[in-house]
């Protein structure tokens, strides 16, 4: 039964945006945006968490209303959710942006939190976030809709998850699968349903790069902006990434609009919202029970003086002792097994203490460049970590120090120029004639050795016996 009261929350929050009388107050332009980068059960991803930081403070410089998450496990998705969907009532468009891992299972959608695992059948309705219930939540409160998926990354906990569900009647797709959108929606897709995109080398994804690049166009509508950001992909990925989307806007939407008119202020607190007592405790009751701070901001951001104001700040800052207090321990502690680690594995030769500097950023990004990769920042992760514990063997090339190679995976110790060499063998002296007359039993044991010994032969006599043919004695007779 506990598990239905975020429904009913989310039915009551419905009933309420359905039968509440319209805002007196200018509504806004609200935008969820969520980057996963740091994957504790497979390899981290290097540029979602930038992504999304980036697209967060665009569209804040651009008016909208932001709610940003950043390498969030399921229970803070779920949480941003709620609360995002609480503001969508004031909200005249909607946004959702997301970058990290995602996949399609039997033609559905799925957004991947960093602590999935997706080992057991469990893991589809209790470790991953389904894209199209956001987009009913979504459709239901707002009138615009846009949703960005840059999801579609090569995803190795697909393959955990197709072997946990066996025989099951589950099809596990490359990509992301086609979605239709309901009117008034736009879905953009960073690359064709069914295909990977690609995470890029740079500081961003191809494909949040090229939006980046054209999303505060001034005067360029939704549509207009997307078809210069698939030609730049396609140009920068020579047509291996194509992006694609599926529309059903019944109006032009703009993120600059033309001149003459201004772009809406981004409200620090929406009045309509922050007059309502039921949305105000809605909103409160999603939100309170919360263990990130951020997510209890939300509340605060919406009622600055508002009846809880002051439980959420000491709820907030309580959390942020606690994540002060544990921070140091936590880093050491897990400074410690990634050195252990990186040991284990031929890449670092220092102390394992704990103690993160610059032999240890130095041995992590060797291994990085082992497998082909790079890790930024260099700093512990619990990522890194499940990464280095998958190795079996060592990955960096054996280091041996000064006066020493490597040998058959050992180091081995150089001959030194300076060593003292061998003693010389004495010469023998000449024999003269008179050592003749001192010659012992050795000496005339050597004599003898020096001897040819005669040959023995056997041969046939007249007689027809068998005899030695150096004296004629007999040797054997017939």
């Known amino acids: 039964m506990a598990g239905s009261q975020p429904l009913v929350r989310l039915i009551f929050v419905f009933l309420i945006l359905v039968f509440a009388g319209p805002a007196e107050a200018a509504r806004t332009r609200t935008a969820l945006v969520i980057g996963n980068s740091a994957y504790q059960h497979t390899e981290p991803l290097r540029n979602p968490r930038n992504d999304a930081a980036e697209v967060a403070a665009r569209l804040r410089r651009l008016g909208f209303q932001v709610f940003e998450g950043l390498d969030l496990s399921k229970s803070q998705m779920d949480e941003m959710v709620k609360a995002y969907a609480v503001a969508l009532e004031t909200s005249e468009a909607a946004l959702f942006y997301y970058a990290g891992h995602g996949l399609q299972i039997n033609d559905r959608n799925f957004l991947i939190p960093v602590d999935a695992e997706l080992k057991s059948p469990a893991a589809l309705e209790f470790e991953m976030i389904r894209l199209d219930q956001i987009q009913a939540i979504m459709e239901r409160l707002t009138e615009t809709n846009i949703l960005v998926m840059d999801a579609c990354r090569n995803n190795p906990l697909s393959r955990n998850l197709a072997k946990a569900m066996g025989t099951r009647s589950v099809r596990i797709g490359t990509g992301l699968a ?28 191809p494909f949040t790069e090229a939006l980046l690049k054209f999303i505060d166009a001034k005067g360029e509508d939704l549509s207009s902006i997307l078809i210069n950001v698939r030609n730049d992909v396609m140009r920068t990925t020579y047509r291996k990434q194509i992006p694609w989307e599926h529309s059903a806007l019944s109006q032009r939407f703009y993120f600059v609009p033309p001149d003459g008119e201004p772009p809406p202020p981004a409200p620090e607190e929406a009045p309509a919202m922050a007059g309502d007592p039921r949305l105000e405790l809605e909103l409160w009751t999603a939100v309170k029970d919360s263990s990130d701070a951020q997510t209890l901001k939300t509340y605060l951001d919406r009622f600055p003086r508002g009846t809880f104001s002051g439980l959420a700040a000491l709820r907030i800052a309580e959390l942020e002792r606690k994540t002060a207090a544990l921070a140091p321990a936590a880093a050491g502690d897990l400074g410690e097994k990634l050195q252990a680690q990186l040991k284990r594995v031929g890449c670092y030769a220092g102390a394992v203490d704990g103690a993160w500097g610059e032999a240890s950023k130095a041995a992590l990004a060797a291994f990085a460049r082992a497998r082909g990769g790079s890790v930024q920042p260099l700093e512990p ?22 006066g020493a190679f490597e040998r058959d995976g050992v180091c081995v110790a150089r001959e030194r120029d300076d060593a003292p060499a061998p003693a010389a063998k004495r010469r023998a002296r000449p024999r003269d004639d008179d050592d003749d007359d001192n010659d012992g039993p050795p000496a005339r044991a050597q004599a003898r050795k020096r001897e040819p010994k005669p040959k023995f032969e056997l041969c046939m006599d007249s007689r027809n016996l068998i005899v030695d043919c150096n004296d004629g004695s007999v040797v054997l007779r017939r």
């Open 178 to 205: 086609p979605s239709e959108s309901g009117a008034g929606t736009l879905i953009a897709y960073s690359t064709q349903p069914g295909s990977v995109a690609m995470d890029g080398e740079g500081a961003h994804s």
């Open 381 to 402: 992760s619990e990522a890194t970590l499940a990464a280095l514990t998958r190795e079996t063997g060592r990955v960096c090339p054996l280091q041996c120090r000064a």
